[in-house]
């Protein structure tokens, strides 16, 4: 069993950075993988970026990818959404998942446990 609780989330400018964070607690599952995603008002619940258990795989929305980073500290059993020149369509609410997969999905079926959500707002 595995609870997440993201933040960091915040009102910023376009071209702006920030951080998101998600503390897990619990029980934790080596090689699975961890995910961030978002929904925006109206829209579907969308992938952002996923990592291994590890640290040494990644995968990234095409949306993202360039601008946004995705790591772990599994000492600190926190993983972090480096969010760099950020634009107005990034807007969202921003969930923490975990898998136990050992495989980086995409989709957020695959996922099994779910944080609360943070606002991330985005202006021109």
């Known amino acids: 069993q595995v609870q997440v609780v993201e933040s960091g989330g915040g009102l910023v400018q376009a071209g702006d950075s920030l951080r998101l964070s998600c503390a897990a607690s619990g029980r934790t599952f080596s090689g699975s993988a961890m995910g961030w995603f978002r929904q925006a008002p109206g829209k579907e619940r969308d992938f952002v970026a996923a990592i291994s258990w590890s640290g040494g795989d990644t995968a990234y929305a095409d949306s993202v990818k360039g601008r946004f980073t995705i790591s772990r500290d599994n000492a600190k059993n926190t993983m972090y959404l480096q969010m760099n020149r950020l634009k107005p369509e990034d807007t969202a609410v921003y969930y923490c998942?975990?898998?136990?997969?050992?495989?980086?999905?995409?989709?957020?079926?695959?996922?099994?446990?779910w944080g609360q959500g943070t606002q991330v707002t985005v202006s021109s």
């Open positions: 998942a975990a898998s136990t997969t050992t495989a980086l999905p995409t989709s957020s079926r695959y996922y099994n446990y």
